[in-house]
């Protein structure tokens, strides 16, 4: 299903130019020297920077995000999808922030629909009654993702801190619910269940839930350690379920290559227009430019994102947020 949405939102044009960034990517990992032909075919764009919960490994819910808090335009965000639409066909709305915290979400994903650009997003689910499920389902969105980390309340609000697990299942019933009232399939629903040890137990609960539901996907992810929330939650005692070699250390299972398919592919924009290289950069330090004021042929391919992909491709490792990013852990990939 979601792959026939995809498809839906290739065109001629944005075919060509995704064969470009393919071939520009693949001929930098050989020959070792940055090639950037064409526009990112992907792109998360931040919807907010503010949330309700207090998430301790998160910089937004831990009060540790360096960048200024706020809500992306709609003006500002037509005007860059317009800018960007003829090669984009994946857009996530989300970086940090609770998405359906900003009062014109469905709007924003609205615009997008229009482009025939797929649309995603994650949220944690607090702010979706059947009036919004509704209007959100009407806009078009492809994909939404409802973060619930725990069968119980108890389980639940020992990461999400301020969450109420009675309202984020509401939320999956009301989207659900707006999906067979309008008779559509879309947006494919994913339960989301990130795996720390104080909740590793529930694994087989969870499973149950998502099947009672009618969800689409269940999704048990391994979970991302800043130190954040200075030991607040810990990786999961069953090893296969964390993305680190052991519990004493953040290093990633596997090493890290020289290359990453994501920075040729998309890139991330902030709620203020900040370019970043992806959404492992929370605080934008390795921002390209800024789309509001500049047009996007000034931002990729600039200088500034060049000299970033070049450090990639020679000494991927000196970036201390690429040290904690699975993405091109495997040599193929």
Same mark, same amino acid.
């Given at each position: 299903?979601?792959?026939?949405?995809?498809?839906?939102?290739?065109?001629?044009?944005?075919?060509?130019?995704?064969?470009?960034?393919?071939?520009?990517?693949?001929?930098?990992?050989?020959?070792?020297?940055?090639?950037?032909?064409?526009?990112?075919?992907?792109?998360?764009?931040?919807?907010?920077?503010?949330?309700?919960?207090?998430?301790?490994?998160?910089?937004?819910?831990?009060?540790?995000?360096?960048?200024?808090?706020?809500?992306?335009?709609?003006?500002?965000?037509?005007?860059?999808?317009?800018?960007?639409?003829?090669?984009?066909?994946?857009?996530?709305?989300?970086?940090?922030?609770?998405?359906?915290?900003?009062?014109?979400?469905?709007?924003?994903?609205?615009?997008?629909?229009?482009?025939?650009?797929?649309?995603?997003?994650?949220?944690?689910?607090?702010?979706?009654?059947?009036?919004?499920?509704?209007?959100?389902?009407?806009?078009?969105?492809?994909?939404?993702?409802?973060?619930?980390?725990?069968?119980?309340?108890?389980?639940?609000?020992?990461?999400?801190?301020?969450?109420?697990?009675?309202?984020?299942?509401?939320?999956?019933?009301?989207?659900?619910?707006?999906?067979?009232?309008?008779?559509?399939?879309?947006?494919?629903?994913?339960?989301?269940?990130?795996?720390?040890?104080?909740?590793?137990?529930?694994?087989?609960?969870?499973?149950?839930?998502?099947?009672?539901?009618?969800?689409?996907?269940?999704?048990?992810?391994?979970?991302?350690?800043?130190?954040?929330?200075?030991?607040?939650?810990?990786?999961?005692?069953?090893?296969?379920?964390?993305?680190?070699?052991?519990?004493?250390?953040?290093?990633?299972?596997?090493?890290?290559?020289?290359?990453?398919?994501?920075?040729?592919?998309?890139?991330?924009?902030?709620? /203020?227009?900040?370019?970043?290289?992806?959404?492992? /950069?929370? /605080?934008?330090?390795?921002?390209?430019?800024?789309?509001?004021?500049?047009?996007?042929?000034?931002?990729?391919?600039?200088?500034?994102?060049?000299?970033?992909?070049?450090?990639?491709?020679?000494?991927?490792?000196?970036?201390?947020?690429?040290?904690?990013?699975?993405?091109?852990?495997?040599?193929?990939?």
């Amino acid at each position: 299903m979601e792959v026939e949405a995809l498809i839906k939102a290739f065109t001629f044009f944005r075919l060509v130019n995704a064969l470009k960034v393919s071939l520009s990517y693949f001929w930098s990992r050989v020959s070792r020297r940055v090639l950037v032909i064409g526009k990112p075919i992907a792109l998360g764009i931040e919807p907010t920077s503010i949330c309700n919960l207090q998430c301790p490994e998160c910089p937004t819910g831990a009060n540790l995000l360096k960048r200024p808090r706020g809500s992306i335009t709609v003006e500002h965000y037509r005007a860059m999808v317009n800018q960007l639409s003829a090669h984009l066909i994946y857009l996530n709305l989300y970086i940090q922030g609770e998405p359906f915290m900003h009062p014109q979400f469905e709007e924003l994903v609205r615009i997008a629909a229009k482009k025939k650009i797929y649309t995603s997003t994650s949220t944690n689910g607090h702010f979706i009654d059947r009036d919004r499920a509704e209007k959100v389902v009407k806009a078009g969105l492809r994909r939404i993702i409802f973060s619930l980390d725990g069968a119980t309340q108890a389980t639940y609000s020992v990461y999400r801190i301020g969450g109420d697990i009675e309202k984020v299942i509401a939320g999956i019933e009301h989207v659900l619910l707006a999906k067979r009232h309008l008779k559509v399939r879309f947006p494919i629903v994913v339960l989301q269940f990130l795996v720390f040890k104080h909740n590793e137990h529930e694994l087989s609960a969870i499973r149950q839930l998502a099947y009672g539901l009618g969800v689409d996907k269940l999704e048990i992810k391994t979970a991302q350690f800043n130190d954040f929330g200075n030991g607040k939650v810990e990786p999961p005692s069953n090893i296969l379920f964390s993305r680190y070699r052991n519990h004493m250390t953040q290093e990633l299972k596997n090493q890290v290559y020289n290359h990453c398919w994501r920075q040729w592919h998309s890139a991330v924009v902030t709620w /203020d227009g900040q370019v970043s290289p992806c959404c492992y /950069d929370k /605080d934008a330090e390795y921002y390209y430019g800024n789309v509001f004021r500049n047009s996007s042929g000034h931002v990729f391919g600039s200088e500034k994102d060049l000299k970033f992909k070049k450090t990639v491709l020679l000494d991927k490792g000196r970036i201390k947020m690429c040290n904690n990013c699975p993405e091109g852990r495997t040599f193929w990939l």
